[in-house]
């Protein structure tokens, strides 16, 4: 019981009843050291203690008698040395000995000259004067003794118990505010580990433990002995105290703080620890553990119940602050899969598609290996098709595997997620169909679209973990997004095939025409496509410009059999009818739903880059940047191909022309793009063979002057 903190309160009473009482009056701890000053001495006492051989004797007596009475739990009479008599009565408060009260310098008779001489004799205080002070010593009767002392006794008990309750009333207080402080630190961070190291850290200072640690129990399976260690403090800088799993599954078992003994630290031996529950609503979400007290203390009864509290408060800040953890958690899980959504939604590439799937889930889920496996309907087997991880040599190894019974043959028949927690204690038939060593714990999820079953979408990990709901179900909407994406790229794929061949048909319907222009539009498309390349245009644009080669004389379809196959010159007449083809193609291609940027190329590839083309006059970059690079790749076909009256020009020449006709006919840009390209991808399109051309004389001519050759052909 701790009275002492008031004791000039103490001082106070006493030395006020003794005087009304005339008795001396002294407050001593129960092992007889004095609490209070001795007060109201008689003057008898008071020569005796102003002698030290007096004062000692005096000291032993009082502590021998308030020891007597603390044993005996009651009041004990005593007579002294000197003959006077003192009663020793134990202060008892919340029924614990709190100190004794020690009342006396009377005497039940008067004292004996005898004694009072011998008494001088042993002290060296002068007789004579020894003798005058005794006579002044007050007799009382023993009855009178008992009831004063009494009276002094409970007037001592009763200040002593307000002064008690007076405590506990400022410790109730002190409490409290420890823990509103408690409260606002801890909830001071929405972070979890910053909250639990700061709400740690105020624990050690309030209780003046040496470390400790605050541990989170895990979500999906309360009591369970996993935890995820939040924070752990020991001095300099050592790793904290981590309890057994033992003592961290009795706390979320059974609510209740937990002592024991860290043995832990072999420097200082056993250690006094205590383990108390972090609650929420009455359910333990982790464990607050603290280890060591000044003078190896033990952690009171009192002290667990506050630390327990302490707990709740704690338990609820890092609740929220695993609460607000999750939601940033499922907020960037949500915006990553807005993120791969738009590239697999937005894409027809399947190799696209499936790098930014693959990514998504390695970077959400944080997992090492991430795998695309597809069905070959052909042959059963699941061929790998995207990976995330796996090394060279396993992807040779494994890249075809047969999916009966094993874990992938599992998730295609039953169309369910497998998860896997830890392969190495997992009790099951079905296993990998390969061996992993490194590969421990595992999710395994369909791929398919509509009814269809496409493959499967695999992540591993390398240790054993326990996958939350929310990482299967991301990896299940990853899937299906994947599943109907690449049947989308599929289809487009078809789509786009179909297309193409529809395209060639016209081109070639086109030529049917005439023998001597077959292959030129192919060739124009595949060069115009390869210049596209060689400048840095997307691949939508190198399609589209190589659409527009194959169309660009499309419109010639339109002209009239006699003025396309005549072997003589035109008239102005059959010349206008001539240069009409770019519009009428463009006018053909329009109402068949052709890109614009097809058409537009289709239109415009006979502009001069320096004006005075047709069917527009457009010049420079007016002109569509397709139809600029048309124009080039048309002219060299035309003059690389023989003609009846002249021999096909080699390339060199060709390339010269294009060079000395840059910026009148053709963009400087493009032919600079042109000539880049690689001479043998070239010889393989046909580019430079001698390729017969329709046999009127002047379809090709050459207008020579000092600014520009211009090249008009009935096929360019």
Partial sequence: MQLYGELKYLQKLQETMSRALGLSALIAYPDGRPLTEITNLCSFCALINNNPEGRARCAASRAASVITAASAGKAVTHTCHAGLVHLATPLNVAGELAAVLVGGSVALQELAKEAVLQLARETGIGHEELLAAAVKVPVWSEERLLAATGMMQAVAETVARLLYTGQELQKKVNELTALFEFSKTVSSSLEVAEAARQGLEAVL???????????????????????????????????????????????????????????????????????????????????????????????????????TTLGTALGLALENARLFRRVQERAAMLERLLEVGQVVSGSFDADRIIEAALSGVRDVLGARWCILRLLDEKTGDLVLRGNVGMSPGLQAETG?????????????????????????????????????????????????????????????????????????????????????????????????????????????????????????????????????????????????????????????????????????????????????????????????????????????????????????????????????????????????????????????????????????????????????????????????????????????????????????????
């Fill in 205 to 307: 200072r309030l209780t003046g433990a040496a470390g400790g640690s605050v541990l989170m129990l895990d979500e999906a399976e309360p009591g369970s002995a996993t935890a995820e260690v939040a924070a752990a403090l020991e001095p300099d800088n050592g790793p904290g105290i981590i309890p057994a799993g033992e003592i961290i599954a009795a706390v979320g078992r059974e609510a209740a703080a937990a002592h024991f003994d860290d043995e832990k630290n072999a420097a200082e031996g056993k250690r006094p620890a205590v383990a108390v529950p972090l609650t929420v609503g009455g359910r333990v979400t982790g464990v607050l553990t603290l280890v060591g007290r000044p003078g190896g203390q033990h952690f009171t009864g009192e002290e667990t119940v506050f630390l």
């Fill in 400 to 716: 075809r595997i047969r999916p009966d019974g094993n874990l992938l043959g599992e998730v295609l028949q039953k169309g369910e997620p497998v998860v896997v927690e830890d392969l190495a204690s997992t009790v099951t038939s079905a296993r990998l169909p390969y061996s992993v060593p490194e590969v421990r714990a595992l999710v395994v999820v369909q791929v398919k679209t509509g009814g269809k079953i496409l493959g499967t979408l695999k992540i591993y990990s390398p240790v054993p973990r326990r996958w939350s709901e929310e990482e299967v179900e991301y990896l299940v909407i990853i899937a299906s997004q994947l599943g109907l994406a690449l049947e989308n790229a599929r289809l487009y794929s078809s789509l786009r095939k179909y297309y193409l061949n529809v395209v060639q048909a016209l081109a070639a319907a086109l030529e049917a025409r005439d023998v001597y222009t077959r292959g030129h539009s192919l060739r124009v498309a595949k060069l115009a496509r390869l210049c596209a390349r060689i400048m840095g245009l997307s691949a939508g644009e190198q399609e589209q410009v190589y659409m527009a080669g194959l169309l660009h004389d499309i419109g010639k379809i339109g002209v009239r059999e006699n003025i396309l196959l005549k072997p003589g010159p035109l008239t102005p007449e059959e010349r206008k009818e001539m240069q009409g083809h770019p519009e009428m193609g463009a006018r053909i291609l329009e109402p068949a739903g052709f890109p614009v940027e097809v058409t537009a190329a289709v239109r415009h590839h006979h502009e001069d880059y320096g004006g005075g083309g047709y069917p527009d006059g457009l010049s420079g970059e007016e002109i569509p940047l397709l139809a600029r690079i048309i124009r080039v790749a048309d002219a060299y076909d035309a003059m690389i191909s023989a003609r009846p009256y002249r021999k096909a020009l080699t390339p060199d020449h060709a390339f010269n022309e294009l060079k000395r006709c840059a910026g009148s006919q053709f963009d400087p840009r493009v032919v600079e793009a042109f000539l880049r390209i690689p001479r043998s991808e070239m010889e393989d399109i046909g580019g430079g063979r001698n390729t017969p051309v329709s046999p009127w004389r002047n379809s090709l001519f050459v207008q020579a002057s000092a600014v520009t050759v211009r090249f008009r052909s009935k096929t360019s």
